[in-house]
């Protein structure tokens, strides 16, 4: 059984998440945040992490970096509210989604989803990076 952890700040999102992918037969560990979400792979370690990007004390990208020095090979994927901006629209809070998660591209995340997603979605992304 492939093992997941989910690290995100808001409960609910955790719960939900656990839940979706538990019901796809996965184990699933969730933390409120990096440094709990490393300590948990430093103890119990996981075939793919999904994190929040934008989360009080170290952020996901801080995290992601954390996970690259010890687990090189390890699929992430980071996920953060906001995103699509329409031409005639400023959503100052969906361009600095975009910043947080082009950033965690960069700092070697395998995908990047923006919240609200799809459950098929998460489920395609997880299936395909765990696939490989």
């Given at each position: 059984?492939?093992?997941?952890?989910?690290?995100?700040?808001?409960?609910d999102i955790?719960?939900?998440?656990?839940?979706?992918?538990?019901?796809?037969?996965y184990e699933?560990?969730?933390?409120?945040?990096?440094?709990?979400?490393?300590?948990?792979?430093?103890?119990?370690?996981?075939?793919?992490?999904?994190?929040?990007?934008?989360?009080?004390?170290?952020?996901?990208?801080?995290?992601?970096?954390?996970?690259?020095?010890?687990?090189?090979?390890?699929?992430?994927?980071?996920?953060?509210?906001?995103?699509?901006?329409?031409?005639?629209?400023?959503?100052?809070?969906?361009?600095?989604?975009?910043?947080?998660?082009?950033?965690?591209?960069?700092?070697?995340?395998?995908?990047?989803?923006?919240?609200?997603?799809?459950?098929?979605?998460?489920?395609?992304?997880?299936?395909s990076l765990?696939?490989?």
């Open positions: 059984m492939k093992k997941i952890l989910v690290i995100d700040d808001e409960e955790r719960i939900v998440l656990q839940q979706v992918l538990e019901l796809e037969g699933v560990a969730v933390a409120a945040d990096g440094r709990e979400g490393l300590a948990i792979l430093d103890q119990d370690g996981a075939d793919l992490v999904i994190t929040d990007v934008i989360m009080p004390g170290m952020d996901g990208v801080e995290t992601l970096e954390h996970i690259r020095e010890k687990w090189s090979d390890m699929p992430v994927i980071v996920i953060s509210g906001g995103g699509n901006v329409a031409p005639m629209e400023y959503q100052p809070a969906a361009i600095a989604t975009n910043a947080y998660l082009e950033s965690a591209r960069q700092a070697g995340a395998a995908l990047s989803i923006t919240k609200p997603f799809e459950r098929k979605e998460l489920l395609d992304a997880v299936g765990l696939s490989q």
